[in-house]
């Protein structure tokens, strides 16, 4: 089973949040839960081209636990990562679509090329 070279598991909850993430950063996450065997479970990837603590919250309540997260440079960097933890995982998310680029942009997926 691949790493996702994210920080956590963290409680997916408005405190933690607010104590782990820093706002008005970009970066990709991981959200899901932790099984038996202390193993983190991903069950949707996304990530934030501007505020990341923001938009964890926004998943506060959807069925996920836990949540594993990285800051990147830049939104590009993020977009890359959120691509190849959707590649690594997804058979097991609940979003299954490809990662869209961010709007404005020609970025391609580093792993299939998709350029949606």
């Known amino acids: 089973?691949?790493?996702?070279?994210?920080?956590g598991p963290h409680s997916l909850n408005t405190e933690t949040?607010?104590?782990?993430?820093?706002k008005n950063k970009i970066g990709a996450y991981a959200l899901g839960y932790v099984s038996v065997g202390d193993?983190?479970?991903p069950k949707?990837?996304?990530r934030s081209d501007?505020?990341?603590n923001g938009r964890l919250k926004t998943h506060i309540g959807e069925g996920c636990s836990k949540f594993k997260f990285e800051y990147y440079s830049s939104a590009k960097k993020a977009f890359e990562?959120?691509?190849?933890l959707h590649h690594d995982w997804k058979e097991q998310l609940d979003n299954k679509e490809h990662p869209d680029r961010p709007?404005?942009?020609?970025w391609k997926c580093p792993?299939?090329?998709v350029s949606k």
């Open 1 to 7: 089973m691949p790493s996702t070279g994210l920080r």
């Open 17 to 22: 949040i607010d104590s782990v993430v820093e």
């Open 39 to 41: 193993d983190f479970m």
């Open 44 to 46: 949707y990837v996304g």
């Open 50 to 52: 501007n505020d990341l």
């Open 81 to 84: 990562k959120e691509c190849n």
């Open 103 to 106: 709007s404005g942009t020609n």
């Open 111 to 113: 792993r299939c090329n």
